[in-house]
């Protein structure tokens, strides 16, 4: 796995290319549409640069997917780290050990208090904080997305039925065309039979007849087969986009599943850490503040969230995505599926019940 980079200067650059990419797609689109309504109006010296444009639009987007993936995976990895520092605020200190000695009550406030002033717990927060900024970025993105694919596929559909009619329009060219030869070739083979001049060249003329007409049958039929040639060139290049464009809505889909399944792991911990009983503790993360990700905190808020359930889609989740976006997948098992937290472990609040004297 690529050594992280910073969360600000990806999520920034994700966010530009973001921007300007949406008006880029949809340039193509409306080009589709524009050849759907009228390809005989598009020559072929258009096709270089469309092909181009094109192209270069469906690679961006492949960056740009590349990007919120790196962003997803770099997340992952800070709250396995965050998660480490918090571990490190389960035991007591001597001075909460001494006081403990005096009153268990006043011990587990001190821990709490000491726990909830601690960086690492702003930490967690911040974290919040970029989830549901890449979430409004996944989730936007993904609504042009699908938006432009819905487009340009109905335009593309139609494009290729027309091309369909003209493709059957050569064949029936093709058989027009052996049939006039046919008939051509019986009339020159009557011709003979018949001795007298005026039946000759009555024959013959119609012989001419039959082929003028299957040359000019010919002509039309080199013409269709022409257009249909050109208008798959274009057609490769739409559907190059269409395609891209449906890959990109479902590694959106993708990122968006392992994103808020790991913003719920991140509350959890923030849960497992922070005494959430004390008044204002639950508001710090709340679904007003963080309406990107709210899905996940509203669970949070109604204590819905179980670390066992979680634990299994988070699996299956980092499955998924390590498959579409292999060069940001965990390099080792460790860093992967794991729970982050000890669910065997009693909370703090239960704990302060069981020690109360």
């Not at 020559?43 to 990007?67: C, P, Y």
């Not at 800070?78 to 571990?87: E, K, N, P, W, Y």
């Not at 042009?144 to 593309?156: G, N």
């Not at 299994?312 to 992967?336: I, L, N, T, V, Y």
Request: proline share 3%; aromatic share 6%.
């Amino acid at each position: 796995m690529r050594k992280p980079v910073s969360f600000d200067t990806i999520i920034n650059a994700a966010g530009v290319l973001a921007e300007e990419l949406p008006t880029r797609v949809s340039a193509c689109v409306e080009f589709i549409g524009a050849f759907a309504r009228s390809p005989a109006d598009i020559g072929d010296e258009r096709f270089l640069v469309e092909n181009e444009r094109f192209q270069s639009a469906a690679a961006d987007a492949g960056n740009l997917a590349d990007l919120l993936a790196e962003l997803v995976a770099n997340l992952d990895l800070m709250t396995v780290r965050v998660s480490a520092d918090l571990d490190s605020f389960r035991g007591l200190t001597a001075t909460e050990r001494f006081i403990g000695h005096f009153s268990r009550q006043r011990m587990w406030r001190r821990h709490s208090s000491r726990v909830r002033a601690a960086p690492v717990v702003e930490r967690l927060r911040d974290l919040m904080d970029k989830s549901d900024r890449l979430a409004g970025l996944i989730s936007r993105y993904r609504t042009v997305s699908l938006s432009a694919h819905k487009r340009a596929e109905r335009q593309l559909v139609d494009i290729v039925e027309r091309r369909r009619r003209l493709v059957d329009q050569v064949d029936i060219a093709r058989i027009r065309i052996k049939e006039l030869n046919a008939k051509a070739l019986t009339t020159q083979g009557r011709i003979g039979v018949y001795g007298s001049k005026a039946e000759w060249e009555r024959m013959e003329q119609e012989r001419q007849a039959l082929k003028a007409q299957a040359n000019e049958v010919s002509g039309q039929e080199h013409e269709l087969r022409d257009e249909s040639q050109r208008r798959e060139r274009f057609i490769g290049i739409f559907q190059l986009l269409v395609d891209c464009l449906n890959a990109q809505v479902g590694k959106c889909n993708t990122l968006m599943r392992k994103l808020m399944i790991d913003t719920e792991e991140r509350l959890l911990i923030y849960q497992a850490q922070v005494d959430t009983d004390i008044p204002g503790s639950k508001v710090q993360i709340s679904s007003e503040l963080f309406p990107n990700i709210a899905d996940a905190i509203v669970l949070f808020e109604r204590e819905m969230l179980l670390p066992q359930e979680i634990e299994h889609r988070k699996r299956a989740a980092d499955a998924q995505f390590g498959e579409r976006f292999a060069a940001f997948a965990p390099s080792s098992e460790d860093e992967a599926g794991a729970p982050l937290i000890d669910t065997t472990k009693i909370s703090s609040r239960l704990r302060l019940r069981m020690l109360r004297p």
